[in-house]
């Protein structure tokens, strides 16, 4: 299958797809000139020949420029950062981001005040990273001002220009450049990368807590994330950009729920394994972080179950079928990865059983219903519900049994 993926993407690359053939269409409509090549992300996966996701367009049509160009077209355009010169377009709900070139006239570390240019190379120059000013024009035809290839296909997290001066003008640079190292599994530091991150470490509280939350959620979804180890300087600081990451050391078993299945260590997962220990650090980092309401709740449920299992030595054995019932399946699959990484003595052998296990239980349906409470004599209203919470636990207590004896005696105590 590989093969024939590799295959595909030899003779249809991404940037002959229709869509794009259409959006570019309209870019590069009245003009011989070069108006639009895609940058990031999508170029550095194309020449590695990895699965592409989100595709970013630089250009040197203005904003204003875009949106005529595509006024009469059937390509939204959505102004989701047209003070710094970015729109998304979308067309079948494929969603572009495109944004006029520009060059930096003035940095705070937060923020950059910019001025629209139509030089690819000054674009560039203000550009993080070499590897992430790669251009490529819709033919494939690469543009490569400041070596990007050469580092990439090396793996070398390069800074364009000075370290120093690049991280003062935007520090979320020092995360962007952990987030890469760890990528790319490159540990093998310049000493005058290192020294300019350390010096400018305190700068990440100058961040918006937004931006940097953002950048952790694309840290947490790296497919190696756990190569972290490798490298003592990046997990101290790593740790002292999150204090709150208590047990950095718990990543180490990421790997072996890999093995079985990538798809298990999402992200939640990931975030309650490094937080939950009992305590209230979990919602500490809820509250500074501004979390969504899914993973608070998340958060939350592992704190609290696992605090139960601690109690209950047969929460994942007799009284499995109960927690699955109350929950569901992933939930407590996810759940039982959590207290796999979290218990120091649970060897990895059990962890595979444990989730066949899980998805193989069967799981009854409760059998008494309103109506069945009904057609027994007992009276509309608040007595229903309450009644069949009761005769519910009692059943659930019972293994998922109860027969007609047990529930003649409830009912008639309520009639």
Not at 309 to 320: I, S, V
Request: glycine content about 4%; hydrophobic content about 35%; charged content about 30%.
């Amino acid at each position: 299958m590989k093969f024939l993926s590799n295959i595909e993407k030899l003779f249809f690359p991404f940037y002959k797809s229709k869509n794009i053939n259409k959006i570019f269409g309209v870019l590069n409509s009245d003009s011989e000139k070069t108006q639009a090549m895609f940058v990031g992300g999508c170029v550095r996966k194309y020449l590695l020949n990895e699965n592409i996701g989100d595709i970013d367009i630089a250009t040197i049509l203005t904003p204003e420029e875009i949106i005529k160009k595509f006024e009469n077209s059937n390509v939204e355009v959505k102004k989701t950062g047209i003070d710094h010169g970015t729109l998304t377009l979308v067309l079948d709900n494929q969603h572009f981001e495109i944004t006029t070139l520009r060059k930096d006239i003035a940095t705070d570390g937060r923020h950059a005040k910019v001025s629209f240019t139509d030089s690819w190379e000054e674009d560039s120059k203000r550009r993080d990273f070499t590897i992430n000013a790669i251009y490529l024009d819709q033919k494939g035809k690469l543009f490569d001002p400041q070596s990007g290839v050469s580092d990439l296909n090396k793996k070398k997290i390069k800074f364009i220009g000075n370290p120093d001066e690049r991280i003062k003008e935007d520090y979320l640079r020092i995360l962007r450049f952990i987030r890469f190292s760890i990528e790319y599994s490159n540990f093998d530091f310049d000493r005058e990368i290192l020294k300019s991150i350390q010096t400018n470490l305190n700068g990440i509280t100058k961040l918006s807590k937004e931006r940097i939350y953002n950048e952790l959620n694309k840290i947490l979804k790296l497919k190696n994330l756990e190569e972290v180890h490798k490298s003592k300087i990046l997990l101290d600081i790593f740790q002292l950009v999150f204090p709150e990451f208590r047990y950095i050391e718990r990543i180490k078993k990421f790997s072996k729920i890999r093995n079985i299945k990538e798809k298990l260590l999402e992200r939640d997962v990931i975030l309650a394994s490094l937080l939950v220990d009992g305590s209230n650090n979990h919602e500490y980092f809820s509250h500074k972080y501004n979390v969504s309401n899914e993973t608070k709740d998340y958060l939350d449920f592992c704190a609290i179950n696992l605090k139960e299992a601690e109690k209950d030595k047969d929460f994942f054995r007799k009284n499995l079928k109960k927690h699955i019932f109350y929950n569901n399946k992933d939930k407590i699959k996810s759940l039982f990865l959590v207290y796999y990484i979290t218990k120091k003595n649970l060897n990895h052998k059990e962890l595979a059983p444990m989730l066949s296990k899980i998805d193989n239980m069967s799981i009854p349906k409760f059998p008494i219903t309103g109506n069945y409470l009904l057609s027994r004599g007992i009276k509309n209203g608040k007595k229903i519900g309450l009644l069949l919470k009761q005769i519910e636990k009692k059943w659930i207590d019972n293994n998922f049994a109860l027969d007609d004896k047990e529930l003649s005696v409830m009912l008639k105590k309520n009639i």
